[in-house]
């Protein structure tokens, strides 16, 4: 089973796709998020998005200004402002 991830800024769609495991930091300090992880709904501070595809592939953008929110397998990110930088 693999997380269905959503990366959005506010003018597109950074990344999408699979992933075995996501870290992100929130205003309380970073959070991973692997499939099966309970509901969050959390907002989002400045700083890297490490996202790890389920072929172990590693992406990580930058992010800041917004929120993401955690249901069922599904991981969406909203950023005012995110670019990927790997």
């Known amino acids: 089973m693999a997380l269905k991830v959503s990366l959005v800024s506010a003018d597109a769609e950074v990344w999408s796709g699979e992933a075995s495991i996501v870290i992100a930091k929130t205003v309380l300090g970073e959070i991973g998020f692997m499939p099966g992880h309970e ?9 890297q998005v490490r996202i790890t595809e389920t072929s172990g592939t590693k992406i990580v953008a930058n992010a800041q200004d917004g929120f993401l929110s955690m249901e069922g397998n599904e991981l969406t990110i909203v950023a005012g402002n995110a670019a990927l930088i790997s």
């Open 39 to 47: 509901p969050v709904l959390a907002i989002l501070a400045e700083g």
